[in-house]
């Protein structure tokens, strides 16, 4: 059984552009949080969903950030028209809707140049 | 709302010594305690975690860590580290009842291990 699986695991976007970060939970895991480390500091929750449902985006900026897992595909943060303050690491996180326990992926390094 | 406060950013240690590492919390709920590590660019490891029972509890590579409610800490422990275990340690928790379980993490504690 395949771990979480994010890709890119790094990528680079100039001022203005979008990102688009992807999560492909574990097999059978239906839950997927995401959460952003920002240089120096711990991870912060930004959502959490469900198939086709956002069940607590409490921690997502209000603006250009957006998240998605659709019923087929992988589950999907976008960020547009991106600022240098969106530079960090941002981890997915999946369970099965039995476990409260959360398998983390590796992360992808957004870079805003 | 939950709040995790981790008492030392740095912890440099000789390989073999002992190290602890202090977590506190504050809470309203109940809540589940975690300890994950995080290895240079990589994600995050679960090294043990509290739900109920025991407040002393054992997980992966020879950690252990002990809860105690009247100080609401979390303590890690590890009684003789090696060069592999740096890394950076994050305590986390979430509510025990509800039903999103997400995930509140302190700023986290790097672990130095020398020769």
């Known amino acids: 059984n395949a771990g979480v699986m994010q890709n890119p695991r790094h990528l680079v976007r100039r001022r203005g552009q979008e990102a688009r970060l992807r999560c492909s939970p574990m097999?059978?895991?239906?839950?997927v949080y995401w959460y952003r480390q920002l240089p120096e500091e711990g991870l912060k929750f930004m959502v959490y969903?469900?198939?086709?449902?956002?069940?607590?985006e409490s921690g997502m900026p209000k603006e250009r950030f957006s998240a998605e897992f659709p019923k087929e595909g992988p589950s999907i943060l976008r960020i547009q028209q991106v600022v240098r303050g969106d530079s960090a690491a941002y981890f997915c996180?999946?369970?099965?809707?039995?476990?409260?326990?959360?398998?983390f992926g590796p992360g992808t390094r957004l870079t805003v140049t | 709302a939950q709040s995790v406060t981790q008492l030392d950013s740095q912890v440099p240690v000789f390989e073999e010594a002992p190290v602890e590492l202090r977590c506190n919390y504050s809470?309203?709920?109940?809540?589940?305690l975690f300890w994950y590590v995080q290895y240079p660019n990589q994600g995050l490891q679960l090294l043990l975690k509290?739900?109920?029972?025991?407040?002393l509890v054992k997980g992966i590579n020879g950690f252990e860590a002990e809860f105690n409610k009247s100080q609401t800490s979390f303590h890690l422990r590890k009684p003789s580290v090696h060069i592999s275990d740096t890394a950076e340690y994050f305590c986390?928790?979430?509510?025990?009842?509800?039903?999103?379980?997400?995930?509140?993490f302190g700023a986290g504690t790097t672990v130095t291990v020398r020769a």
């Open positions: 509290y739900l109920s029972g025991s407040t």
């Open positions: 986390a928790v979430s509510p025990s009842r509800s039903n999103d379980y997400k995930l509140s």
């Open positions: 969903l469900q198939k086709e449902n956002i069940i607590d």
């Open positions: 996180a999946s369970r099965t809707g039995e476990s409260y326990e959360q398998y």
């Open positions: 097999k059978g895991h239906s839950h």
């Open positions: 809470s309203s709920v109940s809540v589940y």
